[in-house]
């Protein structure tokens, strides 16, 4: 993949200001905002601010292929290139037809001890393989496990529900893969970061509910969504908070929002907002990783308090210096990586 020069310099600027001390780039960073009692971190503050001077527009203002090849750029900017053993791109069929798919082992010579069928962010309409590369990889090779990223159909083009039908027949297909693998069908693992969380946590719903009607389909080992959208049909007091300013918008929250879910009577199917289900029981663990300067922090927050209180065994994990996306900026600075490693910690526990 071939990077604009802007975008080499931006890295480059990164790579050193990342390793500033912390006063330096406090100073940098300029006035942070206040909440919950707490500012960002200085580090996030600081690129927040690069990523501000760049002259580039907001997603939701550009045309659609130009806005995708924006978030991938800025994923590489901000990313780092873990190595992993090996990389293999695949194809999975589904009844539609068939999704792109990258596959990450950790080791040349074999597997790793579970795989993480993973879904990228984008608020449904942006991202794919590039932008998840940097993520897949850091979990590949930390959690020493098999990633499988899903390239899942985006909207407009393909309006909801494509993108959790895809999800299902990727999770299916890796069950039904994983043996050839090496691995067990019972150790299969979804993830995914915005709209990948939500994906994460509404095929968890449906595989529950085919094994209830009957289907012989392991369920999930785990479940790691970060800062997962949960709520499309209402607006919590994070979208006000943290309207503009944190890399996700409110105004662009809005425009996924209305390419994906086209028809307003779709935004309150549990298949889109999983915080509306009436049952959320025997979903099965879960780690929820919640960024504390995010419009998406209240929606996550219900969801892991709702998950827990139906009898999940759930961590929720809130960053309260973090906004969203921390999963996709490992190469900025100490914190991002810090934040994922918590992830990585609770897929050990749970293998």
Known sequence: MKHAPLDVVSKGVLSVLSRLPEGV?????????VEHGTTVHPEVGM???L???VPASSFETLPLEQARAQIDAEAWVFGKRTEVGRVEDLSIPTPEGSVPARRYDPREDGPGR???VYFHGGGFVLGGLESADSVCRFLCARANITVLAVDYRLAPEHPFPAAPDDALAAYRWAVQQAPGWGIGPDR???GGDSAGGNLTIVTAMRVRDARRAGEDLPAPMFQVAFFPVTDMAHESDSYERFAD????TRDQMRWYIARYLPDAADRTDPHASPLLADDLGDLGPAYIGVSGFDPLREEGLAYGRRA???GNDVEVDLEPRHIHGYVNATGVGKTSVAALEKSVDAIRRRL
């Open 47 to 49: 690129a927040l601010r």
């Open 25 to 33: 780039q406090r100073r940098i960073a300029g006035d942070l905002a």
């Open 308 to 310: 827990q209180k139906a």
């Open 51 to 53: 990523l501000n001077a």
């Open 245 to 248: 300013g944190y890399f996700l």
């Open 188 to 190: 299969v693992l979804l």
């Open 114 to 116: 579970a795989v993480l």
